[in-house]
């Protein structure tokens, strides 16, 4: 166990990124958690925690984290009138069964193989806010019927394997889809409470043998704490930017931030 002053660097860390974190959910939909995920990795590591175990506890904490996160970003969104509700009733109980499959795969996966998923979907996702187009659209409405039975099972899996919530993916299918980036952002939100909850409940119910301390299952509740007391303030803040102001420059910038942190994950997980 570090000391505390080992310990103080490593909060102070964390309450800057669940302050980034915030920002970033309410700007941009992404529930934080593609921010989350490497930045716990670093800390636990840091900290002495290595087990096979960790990349597991990265996960669900971040997803712990994007029920708060998100539910204020949808609350703040609401009051604007940005959230397509009724896609959310049709599309929730689709991704709420993929969320309970991802944490089911999760489980089976060993932690190098999780680092090298989150790796490389990082990239792709960088490359989306670096390169796509908030007008760039392939239909226009919504996929139904067979399609959306494939796809919102497969959203919600594929983000409980990243531990993200539904904004990294679902703000490129909503504005595929036409659906304007601002009420695309907030809906999207709304994914991440409906990917977080039932993949974190099943998180926790878990006994795993080696984790960090003051971990219930696989949630860590001091980094869960500790992030979202900041992200309770500063979702809000991203909210009001992402109606205030064009986001290009800022999509760039997350893109750059996030190709680093997915580049240092792949790293990790072929172990160079």
Known sequence: MPSVTELLPLIALLLATGAFAGVVAGLLGVGGGIILVPVFFYVFTVAGYTSDELMR????????????????????????????????????????????????????????????IFGILGCVIAAYFAFGKSDWTLTKTMPTGITRAILSP??????????????????PLLTLSNIPIHRAVATAAGFGILIAVPSVLGFVVQSPDATPPFTIGYVNIP???????????????????????PVRPLRMVFAVFLLIMALNMLRAGLGA
């Open 223 to 245: 980094a869960f704490l500790i992030v979202i007391a900041m992200t309770l303030i500063t979702a809000p803040m991203g909210a009001k930017l992402a109606h205030a102001m």
């Open 154 to 171: 497969l959203l919600g899996g594929v983000s409980v394997l990243m531990g993200i919530g539904g904004g990294s993916l679902g703000v």
């Open 57 to 116: 506890v990265c996960l669900a904490t971040s997803l712990a984290t994007i029920i708060v996160t998100s539910a204020r970003s949808v609350a703040s969104h609401h009051k604007k009138s940005a959230v397509e509700w009724g896609i959310l009733k049709s599309w929730g109980p689709g991704i709420a069964i993929g969320a309970v499959i991802g944490v089911w795969a999760v489980g089976e996966l060993d932690s190098s193989t999780l680092q090298l």
